[in-house]
């Protein structure tokens, strides 16, 4: 097994999701056919290859610090599930 | 023939003409989407309206003297480019609801040129799938058979463009998604280099991959539309500032001095006989245009799915953050806790694929297990773009089949993850090294389904991929055979 079934639970919560039994039985199988198809990458030596962090580099990318116009309120919330008019409403935190 | 059966070039010639207009135009393309997009299912929003006063904008411009590239032309696109004003959904629950108050650079840069933008079509879930059927709205279907899939992600936009509901569609490709549906659809679909399109403005699936292009009927269209989108964009600190050529200068006879390689490890165990008998074909066509055939190899071809399924999901666990039920998309109301909130949400709103790719991707990333899984997978990727460097020695442009197979049918591979990210793997060794690649309609299968071949080229090397896929087009004289969609 590449990864069991607990594992896949820690991740899931990790990643802010809920997993329902059924769903978390189905993705620890899938999930180890994937992560076991994947360790073929150990065929290949790699020592002191450096890792490709983008397809074309481009060195730092800045631009003029010019004052611009950005979104108004309004707009910035107009697709909120919840909000006030003036800030975004979520639960209770502390 | 009906305005709607034009291609760009077509129309751009009789609107210039002056026999025709875009109001005219679009309302064509409007009556055909009406005609028959209940079966092909490509549109999820279909602007009538705006189309209209946009051609009728269009209209007023050509009278005043604009020819600009693509002034009155209808196009679709992708719904995960942003339409201010208009949804844009990414095919998934998440962002069913959500109303973009801005526009994609793309999107800014055809309406600039006077475009019409006729609507929004489907797509796998957040460009996460190779047929479309992620998408929870509603599934395109390929219109040379019912019943078989368009591709993916970007389906509807193949699918729309091949029904001659519209000329042409954005679409965007991180592993195969523009030049996939293109093939299985019988129409032309290029991925440009990363770095050469603005990604302001697109949802963001996998960053270091991702890339916006054009489907369309012919070479030509392909090459207009991408004058259309291409340049350097202050917005997107990935695109790339340098001169963008006229692609349509590469639209010319004869590939004298050219030198086509063949890549081995393409045409190897589980490659379909009519597929491999296409391409062989077109190998032919080329050398009879003049170009210089010659084997090369790419040894870690075999490697990059896995690759890709690392760092692709990586980067999605990542950007798929974003979606918390805070400040826009899907909230689940009825959680109590924030972490109720967060979990609730995001279950609810996303599908099963996205789920497993975030959680791939989560786990690749995740304590002592990154140097195992993305960091090696990074240090191949580098081993596979030296691969395409030492074959860009020898040759200009490579040739290869785009999918080991036609199109398959709806539903055939939805329940097995891996042999659907198998199915992708001629195509996302491309966007792993960050090169251009296009696919161009190359034959049928006995069963009627279109087959598509695949060039791909050095870095910004688009010119030489359009002359050597103009001279495919013309060589194979494939007249303009299109699906009988009633």
Redesign the interface.
């Known amino acids: 097994m590449a ?1 069991t079934k607990e ?2 639970e820690r ?2 919560h ?6 329902s039994e059924q ?1 978390l039985v189905t ?1 620890t199988s ?2 180890d ?3 076991s ?2 360790t ?5 030596d ?1 020592v002191g ?8 580099s ?1 060195s730092n ?1 800045f ?1 003029e610090d010019h004052v611009l116009d950005s ?1 108004v309120r309004e ?2 919330l ?5 909000q006030n008019g003036e800030t ?1 409403v ?4 502390i | 023939m009906n305005p709607y059966e034009l291609t760009i070039a077509q129309a751009k010639g009789q609107l210039i003409a002056g026999s025709l207009s875009s109001r005219e135009l679009t309302q064509s393309c409007l009556d055909r989407i009406e005609a028959v997009d209940g079966k092909i299912k490509a549109f999820l929003v279909v602007n009538s309206e705006q189309a209209l006063l946009q051609a009728d904008a269009a209209d007023k411009m050509r009278v005043h003297g604009e020819v600009a590239n693509l002034c009155g032309i209808p196009l679709s696109i992708k719904d995960l480019l942003c339409t201010k004003g208009v949804a844009t959904t990414c095919g998934s629950r998440m962002l069913e609801h959500f109303v973009p108050p801005y526009d994609a650079t793309v999107v800014e840069k055809l309406k600039g040129q006077g475009a019409v933008i006729l609507g929004k079509v489907a797509m796998d879930e957040f460009a996460m799938g190779s047929t479309s059927e992620s998408c929870v709205f509603k599934v395109p279907e390929n219109p040379w058979k019912p019943g078989y899939v368009s591709g993916g992600s970007s389906g509807g936009s193949a699918a729309s463009v091949a029904a001659l509901e519209c000329p042409g569609s954005l679409g965007s490709d991180t592993g195969g998604s523009i030049r996939q549906p293109a093939s299985l659809c019988g129409i032309v679909g290029i991925k440009p280099t990363y770095g050469l399109v603005s990604r302001y403005g697109l949802v963001a699936f996998a960053s270091s991959l991702d890339q916006i292009g054009p489907l369309a009927r012919d070479v030509t269209d392909s090459a207009l539309m991408l004058n259309a989108i291409s340049g350097y964009d202050p917005k997107d600190s990935t695109s790339v500032r340098r001169e963008t050529p006229d692609y349509c200068t590469s639209l010319v006879d004869g590939l004298h001095g050219m030198r086509i390689g063949v890549p081995h490890e393409y045409f190897g165990e589980g490659l379909d006989p009519e597929v491999r008998a296409v391409v062989m074909h077109g190998i032919d066509v080329l050398r009879e245009a003049g170009a210089e055939i010659i084997q090369v190899s790419l040894p870690r071809t075999d490697y990059c799915v896995a690759v890709y399924y690392l760092i692709a999901t990586a980067e999605a666990s990542s950007n798929l953050a974003r979606y918390d039920g805070v400040s826009y998309g899907f909230r689940d109301q009825d959680a109590r806790s924030l972490m109720e909130m967060y979990k609730e949400t995001r279950s609810k709103g996303f599908g099963a694929e996205v789920k497993r790719r975030i959680l791939i991707g989560t786990y690749a990333l995740s304590a002592g297990y990154y140097d195992a899984y993305y960091k090696k997978a990074s240090q191949v990727r580098t081993l596979i773009l030296g691969d395409f460097n030492r074959a860009f020695e020898q040759c200009d442009v490579l040739i290869s089949p785009v999918v080991p197979t036609p199109a398959w049918k709806i539903g055939e591979k939805a329940d097995n993850p891996l042999a659907m990210y198998l199915s992708d793997v001629l195509t996302i060794s491309a966007n792993l090294a960050g090169i251009p690649g296009i696919s161009v309609p190359g034959g049928f299968s006995r069963d009627g389904l279109p087959i598509g071949i695949q060039l791909q080229g050095p870095h910004f090397r688009e010119d030489s991929l359009f002359k050597v896929a103009y001279n495919l087009e013309r060589g194979l004289g494939l007249s303009p055979q299109r699906p009988k969609v009633t």
């Open positions: 990864i594992e896949v991740v899931a990790l990643a802010r999701l809920h997993l769903e993705m899938q999930l056919t994937i992560l198809y994947v073929k990458l150990n065929e290949l790699t290859v450096q890792p490709m962090t983008h397809a074309f481009v990318a631009r979104l707009e910035a107009a697709n909120s599930p919840c975004f979520v639960p209770k935190i």
